[in-house]
């Protein structure tokens, strides 16, 4: 009778055996079939297949032992069996396996917390926990061709469970042996269904960067899933203590300017005057205005991670909307200058303001409509990442906002686009000036109008824009200076506006009454 116990032991010990050993030998030909390269295409629609497919046959697979490891050239899985008393553990590359295209070192910890929700709201016998490490991103292929550091994307996954709003984070270690000058790198994860005609976009809800060392990258993130570093080229870097009082004269300043345009906008509306094409050409730029500082204001309390991302693109594109409507009205305001001041009979033009119109909302209605349908994802929420140095470490806190995502688009048609506005008004501004010189010079002597020439002048050049070319000297010394000077030109740009319309409207009266006194001591002479 123990013969036949013993035999019947040695055939399970053998099954199990050759079923693990069936198992490691699906999972290594499944992660051999996901290295081989893979077009944009083919990792958007396969890339997920095999990654849900790796994830479940890790999840059911039978091994002996408390834990599994298996690696190819470019990926390593691992699986742990973990109870409801987990203490927490790490893991580094420097105890597991060493894998042929891992050069950089690397490391994962999770907190005692990770099975707590699990355990509470049930009490399994096992849970497994399940992580892939690869060190290719060949598929996680986001719309902006992003660049990851050491190209490594390493994902943890609790059973079949959803683990977030962690209050110990998960810590995830990247090592390098590269210079990060001119790089801003940021903590992202990799986020499903955020990107349209890609499977996923990275995003860094939830992660907080850290530099401890200038080799070593620390993210602090609050759920499990696919996690990397962003690497992205960035500009002069920004003083983390200028954040705070540059969003305050933000906030400060567009809300006078929405107060102003509508104050003026309302003025206008109110005088029963019939009033001429300069007049209109000017409410329409102030009713562009409106909705920029609007939607600006909007911008970074729609970025929020409870805010659906529909609601943040849609905002966004309505931001770009509105700026390119801002910038396309100050050219026609230039345009409309250089009728007047270069014709010096009247010129009619049929349906001028009609025209005008058309161009002004139309044609930046058209290219937002356009980049929407070719490709939605150019406007989501942008981070923008502000350094701060301390004592042993430099850590990285992100702000966001809704607007354009696109390297390529914010380039061409955010700077390209202003950048010829402000050449354009520039030009303009220059040649009016110029033209008034002459006249002023005429005259020999000062008259009583040389102190609404002085402020002409002064509002011509608010009025074209011309205060935004300034966002092209954001660099070196200019940095800090450009910052403060961009931020109260542009962000009051509404209210100046308005004083400009109440500059117009006291002239216009001071020339009525001038010529009324002339009229009248014409007549007393007579």
């Known amino acids: 009778m123990d013969q036949c116990r013993t035999f019947f032991f040695c055939l399970c010990l053998l099954a199990s055996q050759s079923t693990t050993a069936e198992v490691k030998t699906d999972l290594r030909r499944l992660m ?3 290295e081989k390269p893979l077009s944009r295409s083919l990792s958007s629609s396969i890339g997920p297949r095999y990654i849900r497919r790796l994830e479940q046959m ?3 697979s039978t091994f002996n032992g408390h834990n599994l490891t298996l690696q190819t050239n470019f990926i390593q899985s691992l699986v742990f069996k973990l109870g409801c008393n987990f203490p927490g553990f790490s ?11 891992a050069w950089a070192p690397h490391g994962m910890q999770f907190p005692a917390e990770l099975t707590r929700g699990a355990c ?4 399994p016998t096992e849970l497994r926990l399940i992580c892939i490490y690869f060190f290719t991103a060949n598929l996680f292929q986001d719309g902006s061709n992003s660049s990851l550091l050491n190209n490594y994307v390493l994902g943890a996954q609790l059973d079949h469970r959803l683990v977030h709003n962690l209050q110990e984070p998960v810590n995830i270690s990247f090592w390098h042996n590269q210079s990060l000058e001119g790089y801003t790198v940021t903590c992202v ?3 499903e269904g955020a990107s349209k005609g890609r499977w996923g976009a990275w995003s860094p809800e939830g992660c907080h960067t850290e530099q401890p060392s200038s080799s070593q ?6 759920h499990l899933t696919y996690f990397a570093v962003l690497m992205q080229l960035s500009q002069d870097p920004v003083p983390p203590e200028l954040q705070v009082p540059l969003k305050y004269i933000s906030i400060v300043g567009c809300s006078v300017s929405i107060m102003a345009s509508l104050l003026t906008i309302l003025l206008h509306v109110h005088s029963r005057k019939q009033s001429d094409s300069i007049t209109r050409i000017h409410m329409n730029l102030h009713a562009s205005v409106l909705l920029l500082n609007s939607t600006f204001l909007l911008s970074s309390a729609m970025a929020m991670p409870t805010i659906p991302r529909s609601a943040c693109m849609a905002l966004a594109a309505t931001l770009h909307y509105a700026l390119l409507s801002c910038f396309t009205w100050m050219a026609i305001e230039g345009f409309n200058l250089y009728l007047l001041l270069g014709r010096v009979y009247n010129v009619y033009i049929r349906r001028y303001l009609l025209k005008l119109c058309v161009l002004g909302w139309g044609f930046p209605g058209l290219l937002v409509l356009l980049l929407l349908v070719v490709r939605s994802s150019v406007y989501g929420p942008y981070v923008t990442s502000f ?4 004592e042993n470490s430099t850590s990285a806190q992100n702000m966001s906002i809704c607007w354009v995502c696109s390297p390529v688009v914010h380039h061409v048609l955010v700077m390209g686009y202003g950048g010829l506005t402000s050449l354009f008004n520039l030009v303009v501004l220059a040649w009016a000036l110029r033209i008034l010189l002459r006249l002023w010079a005429r005259d020999k002597v000062l008259n009583p109008w040389a102190c609404w020439n002085t402020v002409t002048v002064l509002g011509l050049t608010i009025l074209l824009g011309t205060t935004w070319a300034l966002a092209f000297f954001s660099f070196g010394v200019f940095l800090v200076p450009q910052l403060f000077l961009f931020t109260i030109f542009n962000s009051f740009y509404g209210f100046f506006l308005f004083l400009w319309f109440c500059f117009q409207r006291c002239r216009s009266k001071a020339e009525a009454e001038a010529e009324m006194e002339a009229a009248s001591s014409s007549q007393t002479m007579h």
Not at 91 to 101: D, F, G, K, R
Not at 387 to 390: A, L, M
């Open 32 to 34: 051999m079939l996901m």
């Open 189 to 191: 994860f990799w986020k």
């Open 120 to 123: 509470e709201t049930s009490q």
């Open 387 to 390: 350094s701060e140095n301390q």
């Open 217 to 222: 990258v620390l993210c602090h993130c609050n």
């Open 58 to 60: 890790l999840l059911n």
């Open 91 to 101: 893991l580094t590359s420097a105890t597991l396996e060493p894998v042929p295209q």
